[in-house]
């Protein structure tokens, strides 16, 4: 579980990992009561959630979350110990409301009021190993956290060819078996840990392991302290039969730094949930405090702030609850610096406003989009994705000539593409096209909008495509419709070379 202000509105949120097929848990707290709101504040998630930790890897101010998966890097690893490739199962799972659900690491970017866009593949950190313990730390002190992970699990219960093996030698034997000698069996791969530097640009780039870790172990519970007082977070990590690691930092570094220790209200000494924001230039790092992190594991409570080249920190924010806050400025870099709920000065509680460009639904086209379902790996399982089911395309242009943006919206097979004309008023209406509806068995995947015979009004251009459809098939021709100029449309197969 991880804590963090995720909707930054003074309450306390969670964020719980659930292994297996049974969703994580992203519960929203409004006036102390939780509202879980996965499924409408995130588009996908791990699938086996492991470890998870809360931080700011954007420096924008708002909590993100990073979830570990079993996820392998190394190619050999992720053959022989993948899990099924079934689509019939992960539909099942999204349809008993376990959200989409994906075998990979989460990294949930903090896009403004809670709202999350999963980015671990464009940050390049989809994938670890089997994956345990995760921390967000500054490590270099250039400002931007980077990510710690734990890897190893002491047996490879997941081998596919030791499965198979099982099978082939116990499935027909009868009387007492010799477990141990099964297990003897079973593949033992030590892994190393793994250090994800952040480049600052929403990229991550992996340490190699002389500069990180560099020894292969079975590796899940870790931490971070600064055990020399030089400003620089140290790690310590724990493993499975074997003694704990220490790792001394030694990042050549003049970055500078910020502790910030809290005395919270009443019995919160520690100021367990408040979040911390630094404020330097046009830049904000948030983090909340708490102790226990990653994967069975516990940090001091103290939050760590590097700060890069800043040689003073502007203001320092505390979000006691939603009642108050309080506000430090023109604090000095490289110490401790101590926040007392009863002795600082506080004010009522307000979150910065979010910066960015809110949408609302217009709801000025009827339209609804009909695909019937289709499973491309069924047929081809080694398909890097899918080609069929990939959405309506659609194509703008002033389709009868009265000054308005019209549009097409291309449909699935089976059901016909349609045209919509602008009205006066700012809605759109659907228009008749016969010459279109007979070619609806065909799956539009593009369309384009141009003067095809020079009549100076617009025609439609369809490509059609899927998976569906075998080679050869008559479906798969492109078509073109003629424009009567005023917004008719009548099919020309003769003016177009035949392509299928």
């Not at 949930?108 to 390049?124: D, K, R």
């Not at 460009?357 to 086209?365: E, F, T």
Request: hydrophobic share 35%.
């Amino acid at each position: 579980m991880s804590l963090g202000d995720f909707d930054l509105n003074g309450w306390t949120d969670m964020y719980i990992c659930n292994d297996y097929h049974h969703a994580d848990y992203l519960y929203l707290n409004t006036n102390g009561r939780f509202t879980d709101a996965l499924h409408t504040h995130t588009g996908h998630i791990s699938f086996y959630s492991m470890g998870s930790d809360v931080g700011d890897v954007n420096m924008d101010g708002l909590p993100d979350i990073f979830t570990l998966d079993m996820a392998f890097e190394d190619h050999v690893r992720s053959k022989t110990n993948m899990g099924s490739m079934s689509q019939a199962r992960f539909w099942e799972i999204v349809a008993d409301h376990q959200h989409y659900q994906y075998m990979q690491n989460g990294l949930q970017v903090n896009m403004g009021q809670g709202y999350f866009s999963e980015m671990a593949q464009i940050g390049g950190i989809s994938k670890s190993d089997w994956s345990f313990s995760t921390l967000f730390a500054d490590l270099d002190l250039d400002g931007d956290q980077d990510i710690l992970i734990t890897n190893g699990v002491l047996r490879d219960v997941r081998n596919n060819d030791f499965n198979d093996f099982v099978k082939e030698k116990y499935q027909n034997r009868v009387g007492p078996q010799n477990y141990l000698e099964v297990l003897s069996k079973l593949p033992s791969t030590p892994i190393k840990d793994i250090i994800f530097s952040n480049d600052g640009n929403m990229h991550f780039s992996k340490l190699p392991a002389e500069n990180g870790f560099n020894t292969a172990d079975f590796s899940n519970g870790m931490a971070y302290a600064d055990l020399d007082g030089d400003g620089k977070l140290d790690v310590i990590i724990n493993h499975v039969n074997a003694p704990a690691s220490i790792y001394k930092n030694i990042s050549h570094t003049d970055g500078h730094f910020i502790t910030v220790k809290l005395k919270g209200p009443g019995t919160n000494v520690d100021g367990l949930g408040c979040t911390v924001i630094v404020y330097t230039g046009d830049k904000k790092q948030a983090s909340t405090m708490q102790t226990t992190r990653g994967y069975f594991s516990a940090v001091e409570p103290l939050i760590h702030f590097g700060l890069g080249q800043v040689t003073k920190v502007d203001s320092v924010k505390v979000y006691w609850d939603h009642k108050s806050m309080s506000m430090l400025t023109n604090v000095t870099v490289d110490h401790e610096l101590k926040i007392n709920y009863e002795k600082d000065k506080k004010v009522p509680f307000h979150s910065d406003p979010i910066n960015g460009i809110m949408m609302a639904d217009a709801n000025v086209v009827q339209h609804e989009d009909v695909d019937d379902k289709y499973d491309d790996y069924a047929k081809e399982v080694l398909l890097p994705y899918k080609l069929s089911q990939n959405g309506p395309h659609i194509s703008v242009g002033d389709i009868n000539g009265d000054g308005n943006e019209d549009f097409f919206i291309g449909g699935a097979a089976g059901h016909p593409g349609q045209m919509y004309l602008a009205k006066t008023d700012g809605t759109f209406a659907l228009t008749k096209q016969p010459a279109i509806d007979s070619d609806a068995k065909s799956e539009d995947q593009e369309s384009a909008l141009f003067d095809i015979d020079g009549d100076h009004d617009l025609d439609l251009f369809v490509i059609s495509g899927s998976y569906e459809f075998e080679e050869g098939n008559p479906l798969l021709r492109d078509r073109i419709y003629l424009n009567d100029g005023l917004g008719h449309f009548k099919s020309q197969p003769e003016r177009l070379f035949q392509i299928t």
